[in-house]
């Protein structure tokens, strides 16, 4: 992290049972403590459907569901991103064209 030291706190952070240290950006807290609620609530809801795994195939198939929402999204914000480009190409020529 190339942050300075005086913008980062330190926060414990407890997910699958196990403490981790975060160094993060102030102002950031209430974020990660909802990502962390959310990762963990995932686990839970893996763990009560699917018995019998041990806490890396629950970690993994969060990591993985996480990974497919990403993804979904970053598609829908390019989409949307190329639809806002053409709608602006539009206006121009609209505007391009009243002017003249």
């Given at each position: 992290?190339?942050?300075?030291?005086?913008?980062?706190?330190?926060?414990?952070?407890?997910?699958?049972d196990?403490?981790y240290p975060?160094?993060?950006?102030?102002?950031?807290?209430d974020?990660?403590?909802?990502?962390?609620?959310l990762?963990?609530?995932?686990?839970?809801?893996?763990?009560?459907?699917?018995?019998?795994k041990?806490k890396?195939?629950?970690l993994s198939?969060?990591?993985?569901?996480?990974?497919v929402?990403?993804q979904?999204?970053k598609?829908?914000?390019?989409q949307?991103?190329?639809?806002l480009d053409?709608?602006?190409q539009?206006?121009?020529?609209i505007?391009d064209?009243?002017?003249?």
């Amino acid at each position: 992290m190339s942050e300075k030291s005086e913008d980062l706190v330190q926060i414990q952070v407890m997910i699958a049972d196990r403490q981790y240290p975060l160094r993060i950006k102030k102002g950031e807290e209430d974020t990660v403590k909802k990502a962390v609620t959310l990762v963990n609530d995932k686990l839970k809801e893996y763990q009560d459907s699917y018995s019998g795994k041990d806490k890396q195939d629950y970690l993994s198939m969060c990591v993985l569901m996480f990974a497919v929402e990403y993804q979904t999204l970053k598609n829908q914000s390019q989409q949307s991103g190329h639809v806002l480009d053409s709608h602006v190409q539009q206006l121009h020529r609209i505007l391009d064209e009243a002017l003249v």
